[in-house]
């Protein structure tokens, strides 16, 4: 009897699934995931004329050649690539030449477009290829799950769509290019679109990726979640699941939308969350910045069960930081994203200052696969909507600076991550203030969050401070002054100063 129980359990060993210690999703919640977000169509796309699209003749950005980045984007220290939409665009009503990734006309399949067709390999064995190839870097995946479907797929299953009073599909806000999804409510659900999106688990799972990004989470209601993510979670208990919410979000698209906040979002079993860090190009006091950060740290802890936010400064919904403020601005989101105590995300060609302004953006094209013949773009935004030149801009000083942000934060996790946030006051309303403590570790960080001008002779008070203690100063453009119980420093617009010792506690 012993011999056949001990068979059995061997065998359950082995059939049972196994999830690593090191899972996206532990790594997410435990605030050591630095992600970036990638476009399979133009990752790695060849402009050979350098015209900002990619012509008949030019190589796009597909799966295989995709893999060809993945050593460049270990090295920067990503772990985590957050891929946009891989799902077959709309070609109907569309926007651009390829059609927007968001636009998807189909739940269970590979977009054609991200497919190499010199490969004897299909669409999905080589998307499995490439996050196969991610893992064997230590690079977890994350898949886009778009929030609205294309009006190719409302005109082959209009069941799965709302309709006004005249029975015609609905556009939510000015997303002219998709029509709104029908999840039903929290007393209904839509089982036609409930089945849709558990077989895109399925496919996201057979890929092997690490997690679902939900676009625009906040349209569909609280039951609809928390069926789709208990789905997943008895599949995979270590699965990750973010969703595109910001605290600052108030209202849905469409008055036919339904509209989950955040808080409810990660109640139904998210993860984590955006937050509005996107808000730093508005924010003009430093109070604004610290009480961000203050409310996240105090949200996330209210949860019976780990909750995390990711670090959304720039996303492809957001102007490039170049666009916006220059160089300067785009080296302090780089030490914001090292020295914060979440999760870092860039969008692909923020890390070499790409402005994402295309040369013929919006003129006519010679060919088109949608019924758009114009290169549609938003300007200052990651091209979503046509074959585009591979992101890369021409910024050594960001480049640089990303790096060693990124640098420092690995070789400082444990203190970034697990040190007690303690906010400090100056005598500036425009720069923020704050230290980082474990043991006699201590991170500070200080930074002007005026665009334009100089803050002169501004002093922090730092409780305890002495000039017996020594600070490695590990980022600054002009002088500090340490004097008892405060620093007094200069500050250029968006300097960001970051400073280390390991003999003083706050």
């Known amino acids: ?96 030449t390829a059609g927007s990734l968001y636009a998807i006309s189909d739940f269970n399949s590979i977009n054609e477009q991200l497919v190499d067709k010199k490969s004897n390999l299909t669409g999905f064995e080589q998307a499995k290829l ?14 886009d799950l778009p929030s609205c479907g294309a009006y190719d797929l409302f005109l082959e299953k209009p069941e799965l769509f709302i309709k006004d009073d005249k029975q015609l599909s609905v556009v939510p806000t000015d997303w002219t290019d998709v029509r709104l999804l029908n999840t039903g409510d929290n007393t209904k659900l839509n089982n036609d679109l409930v089945e849709v999106h558990k077989k895109f688990v399925d496919m996201v799972m057979e890929l092997g990726a690490d997690g679902i990004r939900a676009d625009v989470a906040t349209i569909k209601p609280y039951k609809f979640w928390e069926e789709i993510i208990t789905y997943s979670r008895e599949k995979n208990p270590e699965f990750l699941y973010l969703a595109e919410a910001s605290d600052s979000w108030r209202e849905p698209p469409s008055e036919y939308a339904q509209f989950t906040p955040y808080n409810k979002l990660l109640e139904s079993g998210f993860d984590g969350y955006y937050g509005s860090f996107f808000n730093l190009k508005d924010w003009k006091t430093a109070d604004e910045f610290i009480e961000h950060i203050k409310f996240n740290k105090k949200l996330l802890s209210s949860y019976n069960s780990p909750k995390s936010v990711m670090m959304s400064f720039t996303t492809h919904d957001e102007l490039s930081p170049v666009v916006l403020y220059g160089e300067d601005f785009s080296v302090m989101i780089c030490w914001l994203e090292a020295v914060l105590p979440f999760n870092p995300y860039i969008i692909d060609g923020f890390q070499t200052g790409d402005d994402y302004i295309y040369p013929l953006a919006n003129s006519k094209a010679p060919s088109t696969q949608t019924d758009d013949d114009y290169y549609f773009v938003h300007r200052g935004k990651l091209d979503i909507f046509n074959f585009s030149a591979k992101p890369q801009g021409n910024s050594k000083l960001i480049a640089d600076n990303f790096k060693q942000a990124m640098n420092f934060r690995s070789e400082n996790i ?81 300097e960001i100063k970051v400073l280390l010792t390991d003999n003083f506690s706050i």
């Open 130 to 143: 490439f996050v196969d190839e991610c893992h064997k870097r230590g690079i977890k995946v994350i898949i």
């Open 1 to 96: 009897m012993r011999g056949k129980l001990y068979i059995f359990l061997i065998i359950m060993a082995l059939t049972m699934p196994v999830y690593a210690q090191d899972s996206l999703r532990t790594m997410f919640l435990n605030n050591q995931s630095s992600i970036c977000g990638i476009n399979i169509r133009n990752f790695n796309s060849n402009d050979v004329n350098k015209n900002g699209f990619i012509d008949e003749n030019e190589e796009s950005g597909n799966f295989l050649n995709a893999i060809e980045r993945l050593d460049e984007i270990k090295n920067l220290g990503i772990n985590t690539l957050h891929v946009l939409p891989i799902t077959p665009v709309g070609k109907i009503k569309a926007l651009g």
């Open 414 to 494: 444990d203190l970034i991550t697990k040190g007690e946030f303690t906010p400090l006051k100056t005598d500036n309303e425009n720069v923020f203030a704050y230290a980082i403590n474990k043991g006699k570790n201590t991170l500070i960080v200080l930074g002007n969050l005026d665009k334009k001008e100089n803050a002169k002779k501004v002093h922090i008070k730092v409780f305890g401070l002495n000039k017996k203690i020594t600070f490695n100063i590990v980022k600054s453009n002009s002088g500090i002054k340490f004097k008892k119980g405060k620093i007094v420093s200069d500050f250029e617009p968006c």
